[in-house]
C-alpha cells in the first residue's frame, strides 16, 4: 500500500486464479481503479514512486512486472527456471526472492525504473522460500521459511545495500512475517498451515536486542498504526502496545461459514 491507496488483487476463482488485474482502493473516497496486466496468479504487490509492482508464476518461470500508476502502461521482466515468491519496492531498488529445483535461493536487485537486474546474490546457505521482508532505510531484513534439507531455518536473513554484506540472525525459531515499525524489527513466529504458535519478537537493531514475548494468539497477520501492533488471528483482531506488547484490546470478529479473515493492512495516518 501507499500513503493513499491500498493494492488488492482478486485472483479470481481459487482453482483457476485467472483474472489479469490489479484493483486501487483509495483510502480517501473508497473509490476503486483497475489495473489490467496479462499475467495469471498475481501476487505481492509492492507500490510506490508512482509504480506498482507483481509477481508472478506459470510454467517454471517468473515475471515481475510494472505498472504506471498514472497512464496504467506495463512492463514485464522474465526470470526463467526460478520461483519468484517476493519482491518489494525498498528505497530506490525492487528486492525479488527467487528459489530453483535444485534448492537454490538467490536475491535479485532490481532497477524499478528498466527492471533490469543490477546484482544477483545467493542465499542458498541461509534458506529458501522467503515470502516476507522488512527494510529500515539501511539494512533489508527477510525470513526464509526452509532451508537446504528441509527443516525449517531459525534464523532471519540481513542484507546491506551499501556493503553488498549478507548476515544471519539467530531468533531461535521460525519467522513468518517481517514488519518494521517505530525504529524497531517485529517478527511474528508460528505456522501459517496449522494455525499453531503465538509468540512474536521484537528486535531492537541499536542494542543488538532480540526479546520474545506471547501474544496468547495466533499472529495470522500484523500491522502497525498510531503506536498500537494490531494482529490478526482466526476470528479475532487483537491490539497490543508497541513499546512493550502489552495487551490493549481484542475483539472477535465473526466471519460465518462461507467466509474467512484473509488479511489486515493499516492506513499509513
Not at 1 to 22: F, H, S, W
Request: glycine letters at 10%; one cysteine or more; hydrophobic letters at 40%.
Amino acid at each position: 500500500m501507499t500513503e493513499d491507496a491500498v493494492y488488492i488483487i482478486p485472483q479470481g476463482q481459487a482453482n483457476r486464479k485467472d483474472l489479469r488485474c490489479i484493483l486501487a482502493l483509495d483510502l480517501a473516497t473508497f473509490d476503486t481503479r483497475r489495473y489490467d496486466l496479462n499475467q495469471i496468479a498475481i501476487y505481492s504487490p509492492s507500490a510506490g514512486d508512482g509504480a506498482l509492482y507483481t509477481v508472478s508464476n506459470l510454467n517454471g518461470d517468473s515475471f515481475l512486472s510494472r505498472i504506471d500508476l498514472v497512464s496504467g502502461d506495463t512492463d514485464t521482466a522474465i526470470f526463467e527456471n526460478c520461483y519468484l515468491s517476493a519482491a518489494q519496492l525498498c528505497g530506490d531498488t525492487v528486492y525479488a526472492f527467487s528459489s530453483d529445483s535444485a534448492g537454490g535461493s538467490v536475491l535479485h536487485c532490481v532497477d524499478p525504473r528498466t527492471l533490469a537486474e543490477r546484482r544477483r546474490i545467493d542465499l542458498s546457505a541461509l534458506g529458501t522460500g522467503v515470502f516476507s521482508m522488512a527494510y529500515d532505510g539501511t539494512a533489508l531484513y527477510f525470513a526464509p521459511t526452509e532451508s537446504i534439507g528441509g527443516a525449517a531455518p531459525r534464523c532471519i536473513g540481513v542484507y546491506r545495500p551499501d556493503s553488498g554484506t549478507v548476515e544471519a540472525l539467530d531468533c531461535g525459531q521460525t519467522v513468518f512475517q517481517l514488519l518494521w515499525a517505530e525504529g524497531r524489527l517485529y517478527l511474528s513466529h508460528g505456522n501459517l498451515v496449522t494455525g499453531e504458535g503465538t509468540q512474536l519478537s521484537l528486535y531492537d537493531p541499536v542494542s543488538g536486542v532480540l526479546t520474545t514475548h506471547d501474544l496468547g494468539l495466533w499472529p495470522a497477520q500484523v500491522a502497525a498504526h498510531g503506536g498500537a501492533l494490531y494482529v490478526l488471528s482466526r476470528d479475532a483482531l487483537a491490539k497490543f502496545s508497541l513499546d512493550t506488547l502489552a495487551p490493549l484490546g481484542e475483539t472477535a470478529v465473526a466471519s460465518g461459514e462461507d467466509f474467512y479473515l484473509s488479511g489486515l493492512f493499516a492506513a499509513p495516518h
